[in-house]
């Protein structure tokens, strides 16, 4: 899939896939290690059922230089796959352990 733009604010991006159509995606998160550079993705909606519905899943690509451009791919490795699974929950744990610290102590 290839980004189309970066917003500001929101961190928002779309993708659009091999079929020319554009998907939203909030960035969770972006891990860059010695695997390579990978974006946790959340999938924006129009709909608050399709939000609700689709609660907890979120997508990981892989950041890839293709023809000079940056691309994002899906990750095929199913071991790489769980690993960085375990990576970003682990950090969405702490990532929002410390919001609720924060906001209990206010």
């Not at 960035?27 to 689709?54: H, M, R, S, W």
């Amino acid at each position: 899939m290839t980004p189309v733009n970066d917003e500001y604010g929101a961190d928002l991006i779309t993708l659009i896939d091999d079929d020319g159509e554009e998907h939203e995606f909030e960035v969770l998160d972006v891990i860059d290690n010695d695997d390579g550079c990978f974006y946790a993705l959340l999938p924006t909606f129009e709909e608050p059922q399709d939000k609700v519905d689709a609660e907890g899943t979120y997508y990981i690509f892989e950041a890839i230089e293709e023809n000079g451009e940056q691309q994002l791919a899906e990750v095929e490795d199913e071991e790489l796959l769980d690993k960085l699974a375990e990576l970003f929950e682990s950090r969405f744990e702490e990532l929002y352990d410390s919001e609720e610290d924060t906001e209990n102590d206010e």
